[in-house]
């Protein structure tokens, strides 16, 4: 009786491997095809990092803005206490939306490069190249998270200055990454798509500039939507970057909950994420005709 099977030569391997390959043809087609995507998906990520890299200035600019609304408004509001938060400080409550924030202003103005981009003629070159219109749309949404973490660890260091409470959990904080790339490639995208509509700079920054203070004031970043009149709790449900508050305040703070469940906040927006990418992909085309 034989204890061992004996062992394969290499020629008898690549032969048994070769007719896997022709066994499964459809599979090693569409494992090939995911790889290719991801691959050409992450070139255009280090395409548009190697910007931040050569202006890193422009990071520390944007974090001016949430810098003053944490010491300025979040101070003021911390002392003379006009908005129930709960129980917690208005500081602590208001550090995450502050973030959500930040994110939105980062991302929603990124459409605005594939305007600049036409002009100069790469969009051209993309087209004509055999990536995905998808991977190209992805690409630059997840080049925008990567803007999106800077500005995190820019509020986490404001946090600490502030001494507000914060959860340092591990698993807290990949939960905090994972959402600020969400709500980063959303709210890109969502510009993206502006940008193919509009077409021209002039008109992307007036809309740009009236689409921004609606979402933000229109969610729960600064208050709580309890306290909204009912019209405004709609819009505030119907806004994803309430689901993107929502999580980072019960990921963010120590003891933090979240008011519509954590699994909500992440379905509705890696939902909209995917939408939004396949919408970006179908329209990317338009901002050169």
């Avoid at 490069?113 to 190249?129: N, P, Q, T, V």
């Avoid at 798509?193 to 007036?206: D, S, Y």
């Amino acid at each position: 009786m034989k204890l061992h099977a004996p062992v394969a030569p290499h020629g008898d391997l690549a032969s048994t491997a070769q007719a896997s390959r022709q066994r499964f043809p459809h599979a090693a087609q569409s494992l090939a095809a995911i790889v290719s995507f991801i691959e050409k998906t992450f070139t255009i990520v280090g395409l548009e990092a190697s910007k931040i890299r050569h202006d890193p200035t422009d990071l520390f600019m944007r974090a001016i803005q949430p810098a003053l609304w944490l010491l300025i408004f979040g101070e003021v509001f911390t002392h003379i206490r006009a908005i129930p938060t709960g129980g917690e400080g208005y500081l602590d409550f208001m550090t995450p939306g502050i973030l959500a924030q930040s994110v939105l202003f980062v991302a929603i103005f990124s459409g605005m490069a594939i305007i600049w981009e036409r002009d100069l003629g790469i969009i051209h070159k993309f087209l004509a190249s055999p990536t995905p219109r998808a991977a190209l749309v992805l690409g630059k949404a997840l080049a925008a998270a990567v803007r999106g973490l800077a500005q995190a660890v820019i509020i986490y260091v404001l946090a600490l200055l502030l001494d507000v409470h914060m959860n340092w959990h591990p698993l807290a904080l990949l939960g905090v990454v994972i959402m600020v790339i969400l709500g980063a490639a959303c709210f890109s995208t969502f510009s993206l798509v502006i940008a193919c509509l509009v077409k021209t700079r002039e008109r992307f920054m007036g809309i740009g500039q009236v689409l921004t203070m609606p979402l933000f004031f229109a969610s729960n970043a600064i208050y709580p939507v309890a306290i909204m009149p009912s019209w405004l709790q709609v819009i505030a449900h119907s806004n994803p970057l309430s689901y993107e508050v929502d999580a980072l305040r019960a990921l963010m703070l120590a003891g933090g909950t979240s008011t519509t469940g954590l699994v909500t906040d992440f379905v509705v927006m890696l939902v909209a994420t995917i939408a939004l990418v396949l919408l970006g992909a179908q329209l990317y085309p338009r901002v050169v005709r």
